[in-house]
T-cell receptor, first 111, second 117 residues
Framework: KQEVTQIPAALSVPEGENLVLNCSFTDSAIYNLQWFRQDPGKGLTSLLLIQSSQREQTSGRLNASLDKSSGRSTLYIAASQPGDSATYLCAVLTGANNLFFGTGTRLTVIP | GAVVSQHPSRVICKSGTSVKIECRSLDFQATTMFWYRQFPKQSLMLMATSNEGSKATYEQGVEKDKFLINHASLTLSTLTVTSAHPEDSSFYIC?????????????FGQGTRLTVV
């Protein structure tokens, strides 16, 4: 069964810092990997989608990489802002049409 | 990106009553929608896959008679929590993927916070 792990579970950084969030998965047979943002008590906002054939995707200050063979993905956030404070979730899509989620990294950007 | 709308965002109900949650894809047709549950400080767990015009597929351990799913149109799926009990209190989120191949992007509703008292 696919297992998705995110490290660290929580992270606090001062405003302006660059940071990296990590995601690992046990089964490399995935269709794609998606990074989401979740604000407290809210739904999920899709940030980036990386297909299994791709190595990275970029959107603004966000860059996500995928190394499928090693079962790892990173989300890089440049020049962090207080508005980036949220929980970040990664999820992998398997052939069973199921998204397996990690437990998330709770990010706090301190002004 | 595509928009998935979920309603209500928050509901409080008495133990023993039923609650219906709606999930709509606003700008695309979704033949398949997904229902997730999230407990505090835990990740999302898939409950069931809702298929338009046919029966839903439930994950192991999810009671299909308790969590009734109806997907009567290409833009609407509903989840009804029947005879709700306090242990059903949770955050329920629906999802749909844009049409196309199996690896399209997933979009999520705003979630519904259910509290059973």
């Amino acid at each position: 069964k696919q297992e998705v792990t995110q490290i660290p579970a929580a992270l606090s950084v001062p405003e302006g810092e660059n940071l990296v969030l990590n995601c690992s998965f046990t089964d490399s047979a995935i269709y794609n990997l998606q990074w989401f943002r979740q604000d407290p008590g809210k739904g999920l906002t899709s940030l980036l989608l990386i297909q299994s054939s791709q190595r990275e995707q970029t959107s603004g200050r966000l860059n996500a990489s995928l190394d499928k063979s090693s079962g790892r993905s990173t989300l890089y956030i440049a020049a962090s802002q207080p508005g980036d404070s949220a929980t970040y979730l990664c999820a992998v899509l398997t052939g069973a049409n199921n998204l397996f989620f990690g437990t998330g990294t709770r990010l706090t950007v301190i002004p | 990106g595509a928009v998935v709308s979920q309603h209500p965002s928050r509901v409080i109900c008495k133990s023993g009553t039923s609650v219906k949650i709606e999930c709509r894809s606003l700008d695309f047709q979704a033949t398949t929608m997904f229902w997730y549950r999230q407990f505090p400080k835990q990740s999302l767990m898939l409950m069931a896959t809702s298929n338009e015009g046919s029966k839903a597929t439930y994950e192991q351990g999810v009671e299909k008679d308790k969590f009734l799913i109806n997907h009567a149109s290409l833009t609407l799926s509903t989840l009804t929590v029947t005879s709700a009990h306090p242990e059903d209190s949770s955050f329920y989120i629906c999802s749909a993927r844009t049409p196309g191949q199996a690896n399209t992007e997933a979009f999520f509703g705003q979630g519904t916070r259910l509290t059973v008292v």
